[in-house]
């Protein structure tokens, strides 16, 4: 195995530019390695204005390949350069300096064209592959089609989440009732135009359809006893003919609470809160006077206007309230019927429509739609 | 009803801005929808309970004012007419029906002149949308708005007899009403007879006959009270609904009937000029007797929470026309006005009290907490079926409860209404929409419905669900049976969110899957699918649903092709509906652990071709029940027909799992066990190996 230095050594120090011409001279190495260089790297040059380049992908992997051979050849431990390096040692102390310096400017340069040339293919060959490796993210993500609660049953469930965590238990009973739960118990006067087959549906066997839910009141009343706190949505049915604010069929929500002590402003707190939770914190809630059979004193209640805030808009017909529903305290007369005495117990009762409440929410202008099952019109409903 | 803010003035002199009187008698119990402006007056729109007829006119307005302002109702004022004579000597008055009729009174005018009201009398009624007709005639119409008594003036010539019959109708007797039109009356009807013949429908209107016109010199005045459900009765039997009824069927003041007739009588001497008769005709044969109510001042608070002063009570009490009677310690008794038909108890007394002092006062607190909130058990499960339907894709319907009776006989019904038969059907006697008369035996009608809308909407891709009662027929005279049900509609390709195209059509194992997935939601056993016969589904595709335990609870399948025709179907449509109410009865899956296998498990994958009448669970059944050592279960991997498929032929591809929970098994134990299972397979389903 040859030992480098020790054939250096023999050959010992010489002068070298003596003659310029003379093929011993270094310097000539180091410029036929240039020139070497030059030749093999002319199909690189044109890498160097990378946006003149049009290569494929596969056409940049073979010049990258082709470069990193080259590199190898002209820069590598066996190449001309190296060996010119190698040389400089043997120049004659007084010219050592700038034969040295003219191989460090020969390297720099090649090294210079190549690093070059190596960061324009690999910038090209970045931006190749990914434009292969090119999806587009913004695609609609997989999945089956997402179906849709009707805006009702939201309604109801958002409703019934409210009460439950207030206390109340949720109830539902028959939809076919008997005229005592429908009507008499609930203290409806015989000659009530309620009671008429022209506003309550009624069987051929002579039951009503229930035209409210406070029939579920009174069987909860009879079933579990007071004190009770329960709310009843559920579907309620009266002879009107469709329209754009009409069902003959529609859901309601009741509720009622029985205790020692109750009075009105539990009452208008217990509104009040339902409907903060309902329509947000800013909501405002107005008690005023009323009639309803079943309750004495009565009440209806309207909220601010959630969508002028009280100020007046066409949804609330510039009064800056919205109807909302009815309530009072429970009639003396409902509770004695449901066994309950009204000399030691008091309880409060509201009522309200929840496809009313949904057309407000929701900005409906007819409710017919509700019961249409339009997919068009569910799917709006997320 | 209109009010007019001058004339209100006039009888109060009220302080209040018309928009003012708006807030302040809305929070009295008398809503105000709209407040206009109309030349140099204000018209009020009052909203009137139904409870409170003392409320319809403008003194009754003027009496919750001057509660508010704490006035006084000034009384109208008019001229002392000249009087000449005894009603009786012109005319007569009979009461037939006093429970009808409780108090008629007449008085004559003679020698008025009809002619045009003055243009302040026009104006007035013009104002408050009555129109004009002549002199006398509106001034009945003008005290009626002013002190809610409706009145009628007769020609006193044109009453036969100058008699006054109060009596209720023969049957298909006839009068011509004021409007023009020929009514028919029968025996619940009440009139006014003259010796002859009606000449007034009672309380509702007068007839054509007897009507004041230019010739009219004499005139008879009505003033009445007639019983509010007579009236309701017969306006509503006749189609009518006047001034005069609307008051009568909510109930008139019976101790208003003669002063406001005074009244009357009074403004057409002044206007259309005549001589009043000296007194009047009064026939009152049940007299009212005045309610007295006994009063607890510290019910107030202890239903409405207010802290009242008992004077002040008093004064509302007083001034809204109550009179205090004997009082005794920590009670009252107040003798309830005769105007006030809607006050009878204590608590309605409260109530007096509360809107007056202003429901605005009354606090707002929630109860103290006291008790736990509860869900119905049925409803939670209903909220895991919806959520599991609707992450497959389905939307929830919700449809009418009543159908046609054209759809009886045409649906299986689910088990619980199987027993109904036409008969049991449930009716409403009083439908609203034509032909739609039944209270639905079956969900299935209204889902077809809507599923025909979305096509005719140009959806094409539809999957519904609906949750709702069904009815079924009562026996003898119970109530009707109510039960729930569970269906589902699906048709068209399975569509993905946000894309264009679905990625496949639906089929019936759409509908198979969905239920499965319902009922798993649920931590219940999956439901038995068997090939069954039922009649609105396609024969070969419809299968019947049962519970574990074996009772059929529903059916599911491809809808008939009858009746996909009659809907006018263009492509396949799945059907399924079932009885939720017995599902909400089984008793959920108790969810125990079993430890995880320590041995590896060996599959091998088996192709049968069998005939196609070999069902997936017989083949599962007949493995299972070889009971082979080590055996674990079976799954589906696939089933084919057609291309190189003998006809009545299909190919099964199963994958059946051997694993010992002893030890790890070797290849040859499963191969023996696998051959066993295949020998007895082959032999059992006439099968080959495929
Ligand atoms: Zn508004």
Not at chain 1, 158 to 176: C, H, N, T
């Amino acid at each position: 195995m040859q030992r480098p230095f020790h054939g250096l050594n023999q050959i010992g120090a010489f002068k070298v530019m003596t003659n310029p011409n003379s093929p011993e001279d270094p310097r000539v190495a180091v410029e036929s390695a240039r020139k070497a260089f030059e030749q093999e790297f002319e199909r690189f040059v044109r890498l160097t204005d990378a946006s003149a380049l049009a290569l494929s992908l596969a056409d940049a992997e073979t010049e990258q390949r082709a470069l990193a051979d080259l590199r190898t050849r002209h820069m590598g431990k066996k190449s001309a350069l190296a060996a010119c390096k190698k040389l400089i040692g043997k120049v004659a102390p007084d010219e050592r300096a700038a034969f040295g310096q003219l191989v460090q400017r020969a390297e720099a340069e090649i090294t210079e064209r190549v690093t070059t040339a190596d960061e324009t293919l690999n910038s090209l060959l970045q931006s190749a592959r990914r434009e292969r490796d090119r999806i587009d993210v913004t695609l609609p993500g997989r999945r089956p089609r997402q179906g849709h609660i009707h805006p009702i049953t939201k309604l109801r469930e958002r409703i019934e989440d409210i009460f439950v965590s207030l206390g109340y238990a949720i109830e539902d009973d028959r939809e076919i009732e008997t005229d005592f739960y429908n009507f008499d118990a609930l203290n409806i006067p015989a000659n009530h135009p309620a009671r008429a087959p022209q506003d309550t549906f009624y069987t051929t066997e002579g039951f009503a359809l229930r035209s409210q839910t406070s029939t579920v009141q009174i069987h909860a009343m009879q079933r579990r006893g007071v004190p009770l706190r329960m709310i009843a949505p559920g579907r309620v049915f009266r002879r009107d003919t469709p329209d754009p604010t009409h069902n003959p069929m529609f859901f309601q929500v009741e509720g009622l609470c029985v205790d020692r002590g109750i009075t009105m402003a539990h009452l208008k707190g217990t509104v009040a809160e339902f409907l903060r939770r309902m329509f947000g914190a800013q909501t405002v809630t107005r008690f005023r006077p009323s009639y309803f059979p079943f309750t004495e004193p009565s009440a209806e209640f309207d909220f601010s206007c959630f969508k002028c805030g009280g100020s007046g808009c066409r949804i609330c017909k510039q009064s800056g309230w919205i109807e909302l529903g009815g309530s009072g305290m429970v009639h003396p007369n409902v509770l004695r019927i449901a066994g309950v005495d009204p000399e030691i117990y008091s309880g409060f009762a509201f009522g309200l429509g929840i496809d009313r409440m949904c057309a407000l929410m929701y900005g409906l202008d007819d409710i017919r739609l509700l019961f249409e099952n339009d997919i068009r019109f569910l799917e709006q409903f997320d | 009803m209109l009010i007019s803010y001058n004339w209100l003035r006039e009888l109060t002199g009220t302080k209040l801005t018309p928009l003012e009187l708006r807030e302040r008698l809305t929070m009295v119990g008398l809503a105000i929808d709209s407040v206009d402006e109309n030349e140099g007056d204000s018209l009020l729109d009052v909203e009137v309970p139904s409870n409170r007829p003392d409320c319809l006119s403008h003194v009754g307005i003027a009496r919750e004012v001057a509660v508010i302002e704490k006035s006084k109702v000034q009384s109208p004022k008019s001229k002392v007419p000249k009087t000449q004579g005894k009603a009786s000597d012109f005319a007569a008055v009979e009461i037939e029906d006093p429970y009808l009729c409780s108090r008629y009174a007449a008085r004559i005018v003679r020698g008025v002149k009809i002619g045009p009201s003055p243009d302040w009398l026009a104006k007035r009624l013009n104002e408050i949308g009555q129109r004009p007709i002549n002199n006398v005639a509106d001034i009945t119409n003008y005290v009626l708005h002013e002190l809610g008594q409706p009145l009628h003036a007769f020609d006193l010539t044109k009453l036969n007899g100058q008699k006054i019959i109060v009596r209720r109708a023969r049957a298909g007797e006839k009068l011509q009403t004021l409007d023009g039109v020929d009514r028919v009356l029968d025996n619940e009807m009440l009139v006014i007879a003259d010796a002859e013949r009606p000449v007034a429908l009672a309380g509702i209107m007068g007839g054509l006959d007897s009507e004041i016109s230019t010739s009219t010199v004499d005139v008879l005045i009505e003033s009445a009270y007639f019983d509010p459900d007579s009236i309701r009765r017969t306006a509503r039997k006749l189609g009518m609904d006047t001034e005069a009824s609307k008051r009568f069927e909510r109930g008139a003041d019976c101790e208003n009937v003669v002063n406001a007739q005074a009244r009357c009588v009074e403004l057409i001497c002044e206007i259309a000029g005549g001589i009043a008769s000296e007194d009047v005709i009064d026939v009152y044969p049940r007299p009212l007797t005045a309610r007295s109510i006994t009063f607890r001042p510290e019910r107030v608070e202890s239903l409405t929470s207010l802290r009242v002063d008992v004077a002040e009570m008093d004064r509302i009490l007083v001034a809204l026309g109550f009179v205090e009677g004997a009082a005794a310690k920590d009670t009252k008794t107040f003798v309830v006005p005769s105007w006030r038909v809607d006050v009878s108890l204590e608590e309605d007394l409260v109530e007096e009290i509360a809107r007056h002092v202003g429901y605005e006062h009354i606090g707002s607190e929630l109860p103290p907490s006291a008790m736990a909130g509860e869900y119905q058990p049925a409803e939670l499960k209903r909220r895991k079926i919806r959520r599991a339907l609707t992450s497959l894709g389905f939307d929830e319907a919700i449809n009418l409860s009543f159908i046609d009776p054209a759809h009886d006989e045409v649906f299986a019904l689910a088990a619980t209404n199987q027993l109904a038969t036409q008969s049991s059907f449930v009716t409403l006697s009083n439908p609203i929409l034509e032909d739609v008369t039944r209270m639905r035996p079956s969900l299935l009608p209204g889902l077809l419905q809507s599923l025909r809308h979305n096509f005719n909407q140009g959806t094409r891709d539809v999957r519904l669900f609906e949750i709702g009662r069904v009815f079924a027929g009562p026996d003898g005279d119970e109530l009707p049976h109510e039960s729930e049900s569970l269906a589902l509609i699906l048709s068209g390709g399975a569509s993905e969110q946000d894309r264009a195209q679905a990625s496949r059509e639906l089929d019936f194992y759409d509908l198979t899957g969905a239920l499965q997935a319902a009922i798993s939601a649920l931590n219940l056993p999956p439901l038995v699918f068997a090939e069954a016969e039922v009649k609105h589904l396609r024969a070969g595709q419809s299968a019947n649903i049962s519970l574990a335990d074996g009772t059929v609870i529903g059916s599911a399948g491809t809808l008939s092709e009858t009746i996909s025709a009659g809907y006018k179907f263009r492509q396949r449509v799945y059907v399924a509906e079932l009885d939720l109410t017995a599902v909400f009865e089984i008793a959920e899956h108790e969810i125990k652990y079993t430890p995880l296998p320590r041995y590896p498990s060996v599959v091998r994958d088996v192709t049968l071709l069998v005939g196609r009448n070999v069902a997936f669970t017989e083949l599962v059944g007949a493995i299972e029940s070889e009971e082979i050592d080590d055996y674990q279960r079976v799954k589906l991997v696939g089933t084919y027909e057609g291309q190189n498929i003998p006809a009545q032929k299909r190919s099964v591809t199963l994958r059946v799992e051997y694993r010992s929970d002893q030890r790890t098994l070797r290849d040859e134990e499963v191969e023996e066990r696998h051959r066993r299972l295949l020998d007895s397979l082959l032999k059992k389903f006439s099968a080959v190996l495929h």
